[in-house]
Nanobody, 130 residues
Framework: QVQLVESGGGVVQAGGSLRLSCAASGRTFSNYIMGWFRQAPGKEREFVAAISRSGSYTYYTDSVKGRFTISRDNAKNTEYLQMNSLKPEDTAVYYC???????????????????????WGQGTRVTVSS
């Protein structure tokens, strides 16, 4: 059974930083592409970032490029999202996600779509105050 558990959310002032973590179990973590999505109040869930199995390739939505960094530690079965220069519009519940299957290709068209992920965490709330 796959489990994804996020942590690290909280309340931070604009310009501040947070680091989210997602601990995975139930699969061979290193065989799967991982992603982060977020859902702001009243809005649909949107893609934030994705990382390839080895961590060599990453992909970000335009609004977070240069501010957020996705990474993973396959030895710890954990992925991270380092968020710097946070803005009020980054306020959302952040979800980590595991690819629908192992060894699937890392293409920007595919990894940016929520439908490509088969497993989700419960979410961690990030609030950025102005």
């Amino acid at each position: 059974q796959v489990q994804l558990v996020e942590s690290g959310g909280g309340v931070v002032q604009a310009g501040g930083s947070l680091r989210l973590s997602c601990a995975a179990s139930g699969r061979t973590f290193s065989n799967y592409i991982m992603g982060w999505f977020r859902q702001a109040p009243g809005k649909e869930r949107e893609f934030v970032a994705a990382i390839s199995r080895s961590g060599s390739y990453t992909y970000y939505t335009d609004s977070v490029k240069g501010r957020f960094t996705i990474s993973r530690d396959n030895a710890k079965n954990t992925e991270y999202l380092q968020m710097n220069s946070l803005k009020p519009e980054d306020t959302a519940v952040y979800y980590c996600a595991l690819d629908r299957g192992p060894f699937r290709p890392f293409s920007t068209e595919r990894v940016g779509a929520s439908s490509e992920y088969g497993y989700w965490g419960q979410g961690t709330r990030v609030t950025v105050s102005s």
